[in-house]
């Protein structure tokens, strides 16, 4: 059985891949930047690592949102949808929750099929 993990600590990896799926947590690198600006950041983020291991958000599974203020969907929702290639939308969820840190506007945990 082979697993890959990148990023490796103590505490997390950021990406583990197995049996073709990949499996990552992405949130904000800047939580002092305002909303959408957030939003932004963290789908340029998720093309990075997808981008690591050979695949793409056309080849997005799943995605679960988690948000502290529901107020601020409607501007993820515009930048979600100007980022989510037309035809290749993942299977979706969104959460309302308290984050780890106070200033984070949002945390995506992702699937996604990769070539290895």
């Known amino acids: 059985m082979t697993i890959q993990r990148h990023g490796v600590t103590r505490r997390w990896s950021d990406l583990v891949v197995h049996r073709g799926v ?37 080849n997005l599974l799943q995605v679960t949102i988690y948000m502290p203020n529901p107020e601020d969907l409607a501007v993820f929702n515009e930048e979600w949808d100007a980022w989510v290639p037309n035809g290749h939308a993942p299977s979706r969820a969104c959460v309302h929750t308290q984050l780890a840190a106070p200033r984070y506007r949002v945390e995506l945990v992702l699937t996604a099929a990769v070539d290895g």
């Open 22 to 58: 990949g499996y990552f947590v992405e949130v904000p690198d800047s939580p002092e930047l305002p909303p959408r600006e957030q939003f932004r950041q963290v789908l340029r983020q998720v093309d990075q690592r997808l981008a690591m291991v050979g695949s793409s958000r056309e």
